[in-house]
């Protein structure tokens, strides 16, 4: 249980929110191009970084937007948010 | 040799006040080679090394774990055994499992306290109705026992059951695998620790790796907080923490590490007999032997490593609990904790060869791998030791997530393992 600050509506309980997993993952710009490698690649491997990840969440019971956050998952301490489309924070990665 | 466990060891041993019991497992420090390592010394680990031992004739064996032994998702779950699986891998899978359940505590000279008292999975929508019923079907087909029950039947199964249609999620029917129950769970750590020690197994605790040393195609071995220790063959049973160690080779798996939390009430009489689990509600009610009601609740929907979980996850279990067993209103939690469990995107595990030669993965067991202790030591022992799967676990390879032949359990099961 953590709390997390909607880069729209301010700070709210977490299950007011949805995960939407690892971010940054970039949808294939040529799909009929890709090998089955490629795509099990795209579509099933995760990082699944214990420590700091970056991370797509969206406000599902509130605004309903989507932004992403940086956390560290082995305490589940928030590092940065930022919105869709701003570019992530550099010194964690 | 170890000393047999009997009733006339009993008595010996309290002649002496219990004081001079044989030490069940060593502590060695690790050799500076062995022919396999296994990551990992919870149920499924242990279970590896010994059926490698026992079956394969493998000898010079260690297995390194972090913690102590059982100490992970082993002493975490609410030890739930049953293989009423839909698709014919998973129920082939589980099925062996429950096989080797049946006979443990005899194998093993070990008392797992495997009692098969029956699950009920419970049906509350119409579509819970059909999915549960065509498991049913297809279990039967399978040759594993299933029966369907209506909800006067479910009822009689279970009396404290509140059948009335006026509920939220009213209870529609069940299905009932009376072969299916519950272990001790610390005791299968503990008897395949023996059963391995006794072989010669290495059971090295309090040792976390840090580092796989790659050689070209294959591995060299693992740098450890013991220091390195050189092998050819790696089999990595890490349960939660599986994509940190592959990452450590250079290798990425289809996981998402997430808490899942279970806890359990105040002891009392006994009043309920059987497992019962519902899917729809996601609750899962069963009473141990200290009388403590033992229940599951569900994941949270965030990857994390901090064996806690949300309290929200655990109110929305407690209020379906309340629903179904109005009984229970006034009882008072004792306990809650978390596990880290690894999810595979179709909910079935991964007991595979991996690109890099030497290098085995036991992974992604997800909400329900308990159940499957013995059966996944088994296969995965004959995995690394002929460097080929068994036929059972063959269509649980890595290899799926590309081919994309996915054994999709999600839903199709009866989950909430």
Redesign the interface.
């Known amino acids: 249980?953590f709390l997390i600050h909607c880069p729209y509506c301010g700070e709210r309980?977490?299950?007011e929110f949805?995960?939407g997993?690892e971010a940054h993952i970039v949808r294939p710009k040529q799909p009929t191009e890709l090998s089955?490698?490629q795509?099990?690649?795209y579509?099933?491997?995760?990082?699944?970084?214990?420590g700091v990840?970056f991370?797509r969440?969206v406000h599902a019971h509130g605004c309903r937007k989507w932004f992403n956050i940086v956390r560290d998952?082995?305490?589940?301490e928030i590092k940065a948010i930022y919105k869709m489309g701003e570019k992530p924070p550099t010194k964690y990665k | 040799m170890k000393n047999k466990y009997s009733i006339i060891s009993l008595i010996k041993n309290s002649f002496s006040y219990h004081e001079n019991w044989q030490k069940a497992w060593g502590d060695p420090e690790p050799k500076k080679e062995y022919d396999i390592v296994i990551i990992g010394g919870g149920g499924h680990g242990l279970a590896t090394a010994y059926y490698l031992a026992k079956k394969h004739d493998m000898k010079n064996i260690a297995v390194v774990e972090k913690g102590w032994i059982g100490g992970g998702n082993t002493g975490r779950n609410t030890t739930i055994i049953r293989s009423n699986y839909l698709w014919d891998a998973s129920a082939g899978l589980y099925d062996h499992a429950l096989k080797i359940w049946e006979n443990l505590s005899q194998e093993l000279n070990y008392n797992v306290m495997f009692s098969q008292r029956g699950v009920m999975n419970l049906a509350h929508n119409l579509q819970d109705v059909r999915d549960l019923k065509r498991r049913t079907h297809a279990n039967r087909l399978n040759g594993i026992d299933a029966v369907y029950l209506n909800t006067d039947q479910v009822k009689k199964f279970c009396p404290i059951i509140n059948t009335s249609p006026d509920i939220r999620y009213p209870v529609l029917g069940g299905t009932l695998q009376r072969r299916a129950g519950t272990a001790r769970h610390d005791a299968v750590a503990w008897g395949y620790a023996r059963g391995a020690d006794e072989m010669g197994v290495d059971i090295i605790q309090n040792c976390e790796v840090k580092g796989i040393k790659r050689s070209g195609d294959g591995v060299e071995g693992i740098e450890t907080t013991k220091g390195f220790i050189k092998t050819k063959k790696i089999g990595v049973v890490a349960a939660g923490?599986s994509?940190?160690i592959a990452?450590m080779a250079g290798l990425?798996?289809?996981?998402?590490?997430k808490p899942l939390q279970a806890l359990v009430s105040e002891p009392v009489k006994p009043i309920i007999d059987t497992v019962v689990m519902s899917n729809a509600v996601h609750a899962y009610v069963s009473q141990s032997d200290k009388g403590e009601l033992v229940i599951g609740a569900g994941t949270?929907?965030?990857?994390?490593?901090?064996q806690?979980g949300?309290?929200?996850i655990v109110e929305g279990t407690l209020n379906a609990i309340l629903e179904l067993y109005p009984i229970f209103s006034r009882m008072r939690m004792l306990r809650q904790w978390g596990g880290i469990v690894?999810i595979c995107?179709d909910a079935s595990p991964i007991i595979s060869k991996t690109p890099i030669k030497g290098l085995y993965f036991n992974c992604g067991w997800g909400t329900g791998g308990f159940k499957a202790t013995p059966g996944s030591g088994d296969l995965f022992a004959h995995t690394i030791a002929n460097d080929e799967p068994h036929k059972l676990n063959a269509a649980f390879n890595l290899n799926r997530?590309?081919?994309?032949d996915l054994v999709d359990e999600h839903g199709a099961a009866a989950v909430a393992h």
Request: aromatic content about 12%; hydrophobic content about 30%; proline content about 4%.
């Open positions: 249980m309980e977490q299950s949805k995960a997993g089955d490698d795509w099990a690649e579509l099933f491997m995760r990082k699944n970084i214990k990840q991370e969440w998952t082995s305490n589940d | 923490h994509s940190v990452s990425k798996l289809p996981l998402e590490s949270d929907d965030y990857v994390s490593y901090s806690k949300s309290h929200d690894d995107p997530f590309v081919s994309g």
